[in-house]
């Protein structure tokens, strides 16, 4: 049984009501009328954690009320940081992958998509951003966001639109990709310590699948990637030491993250 429902606001009209009952079959879960009820209430009566709310042209918001959890899609820093790469102030994640125009990304880690929006609005077209993301509340909200979130300027949403999507484990995903299909391999796993001021990642952490990347995952984005593999880690990790490759350490001034960045296989 699904761990969670789909439901609306208190007095839905007719177009929510359908968005619900859309929503619920794209979460292979159950639409179920809110009535008066509190969410902590429906969630209780309806025997799972969490409940997406569907209020018309607002983007969905996904609750867990026992953890007091509110997650809805947003491009977080993604404005700012294409805003730095137009003004010349550069962007690590972009310098890491030595990114440029018509080159490809196999985003693994999706999640809210920032860091895909970002990679999208410099490779422009012809190029390509596939973000994989496991969570299926996840995937599903960052895809009907992307697709639909209302930005400006134009160049940003043209970037979000651009970027597909799919739902699915990324150790899946790079098994049955072909040898040498991206020009870069994207990881940005959940930290096993949080940056304390990243407060606003808070909600996505509670949902995000938290294991740490596998060397055999690696393995196999060494044979997708023609350029590189990138890795993202807090400042300062001992995760390197515990990789069977080397990787190259691009931080950026006075961030609180780097990157490792690895060559591919043979």
Not at 206 to 226: F, M, S, Y
Request: aromatic share 6%; glycine share 6%.
């Amino acid at each position: 049984m699904s761990s969670l429902v789909v439901t609306t606001s208190r007095n839905p009209d007719a177009q929510a009501r359908g968005q619900a009952q859309n929503w619920a079959q794209r979460l292979d879960c159950r639409d179920v009328p809110r009535r008066q009820r509190s969410l902590a209430a429906l969630v209780a009566d309806e025997q799972v954690s969490g409940v997406l709310v569907v209020a018309g042209k607002q983007q969905p918001v996904y609750y867990e009320p026992a953890r007091s959890l509110e997650y809805f899609f947003h491009p977080n820093m993604a404005k700012v940081r294409i805003h730095n790469l137009k003004t010349d102030r550069g962007d690590p994640m972009i310098t890491a992958m030595k990114l440029g125009r018509g080159d490809s990304v196999l985003d693994c880690t999706l999640g809210r998509g920032s860091d895909a929006i970002v990679a999208s609005w410099v490779v422009e077209e012809p190029g390509k951003v596939v973000g994989v993301e496991q969570m299926p509340v996840l995937a599903e909200l960052s895809a009907h966001g992307l697709a639909t979130y209302e930005i400006s300027p134009h160049d940003i949403a043209a970037a979000m639109r651009r970027i597909e999507v799919h739902h699915a484990d990324y150790q899946d995903f790079l098994r049955e990709s072909s040898h040498r299909s991206f020009d870069v391999v994207y990881f940005d796993p959940i930290f096993d310590q949080p940056i304390e001021a990243s407060r606003a990642m808070a909600p996505l952490r509670a949902i995000a699948n938290d294991r740490p990347v596998a060397i055999g995952a690696l393995e196999q984005a060494r044979r997708v990637a023609t350029r590189a593999v990138v890795i993202k880690q807090r400042r300062g990790s001992d995760y390197w030491q515990t990789l069977p490759f080397e990787a190259e350490i691009v931080a950026g001034g006075s961030s609180r993250i780097e990157y490792g960045v690895i060559t591919p296989g043979s």
